[in-house]
C-alpha cells in the first residue's frame, strides 16, 4: 500500500485546488517560511479523521477553511481527497485503489466518503485502525513530536507502542464493550 495522489481544495492556505501525485520511495516538499508545507501534512491527518483542531494548528474546525487574502474572498467549503494503492489489500476494504474524502463547510456541516460512497467518519477511523497510518497513528510526526514521545509518562508512551505494535484497537473495543 502506498499513498497515490492527494487533492486539495479550499483547505487552509490552498485557495485552489492543488494535487499531488507520491512516486513510490520517497517524496519531499521542500518552500520557504509559511508556504504550505505543514499544511499538506495537515490536510492528510484530516482527511484520515482528525478532530481536534488545535492539533491542526487552529483553534476550531472552521480554521481549516480558506479564510481570504487580500486578494481572494474567503472561501465557504474545504476538500481533501486521499488516494490510496491497496491491491495487496492491505486496507480491508475489497478495492484496489481507495479514496478517502472529507469535506467541511463553514456552517459547521461534515461530509465524508470512501471510494464516493457516502460514510461515516467512524467508517474512515475503522478502515485505517491496524494500518499504521490512521490519525493517531505515528506514521505523521509533527514538529515537536519527537520532543514529546521522549519525555511523555510511561504510560502515555506505552500507548505509543500499543499502537504501533497493533493492539490499540482491540484495548478500545473492550472498553466499548464494558460500557454497554
Ligand atoms: P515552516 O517552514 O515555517 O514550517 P510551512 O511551509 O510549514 O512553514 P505552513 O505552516 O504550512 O507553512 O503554512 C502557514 C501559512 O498557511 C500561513 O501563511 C497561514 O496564514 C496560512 N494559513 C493557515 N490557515 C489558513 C486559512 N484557513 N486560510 C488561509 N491561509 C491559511
Ligand atoms: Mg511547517
Known amino acids: ?26 517524496t519531499a516538499v521542500v518552500g520557504p517560511n509559511g508556504s504550505g508545507k505543514s499544511n499538506i501534512t495537515d ?24 479564510a481570504g487574502s487580500d486578494t481572494r474572498k474567503a472561501l465557504n467549503v474545504a476538500e481533501v481527497t486521499l488516494t490510496l494503492e491497496n491491491s495487496e489489500q492491505f486496507l480491508p476494504i475489497d478495492y484496489h485503489e481507495v479514496s478517502i474524502t472529507r469535506r467541511v463547510f463553514r456552517s459547521g456541516e461534515s461530509e465524508f466518503f470512501i471510494n464516493n460512497q457516502h460514510c461515516r467518519l467512524k467508517d474512515i477511523i475503522d478502515l485505517f485502525m491496524d494500518s499504521g497510518l490512521g490519525r493517531e497513528s505515528f506514521s505523521i510526526i509533527g514538529q515537536g513530536r519527537v520532543e514529546e514521545v521522549l519525555s511523555s509518562k510511561s504510560d502515555e508512551r506505552r500507548k505509543i507502542f500499543e499502537e504501533a505494535a497493533g493492539v490499540l484497537k482491540y484495548k478500545l473495543r473492550k472498553k466499548k464493550a464494558e460500557l454497554k
Open 1 to 26: 500500500m502506498f499513498l497515490k495522489r492527494l487533492d486539495v481544495a479550499g483547505f487552509k492556505s490552498f485557495a485552489d485546488k492543488i494535487s499531488v501525485d507520491f512516486v513510490q520511495g520517497m
Open 43 to 66: 490536510s492528510i491527518r484530516w482527511v484520515l479523521g482528525e478532530q481536534s483542531a488545535r492539533s491542526l494548528r487552529g483553534a476550531k474546525m472552521e480554521d481549516v477553511i480558506f
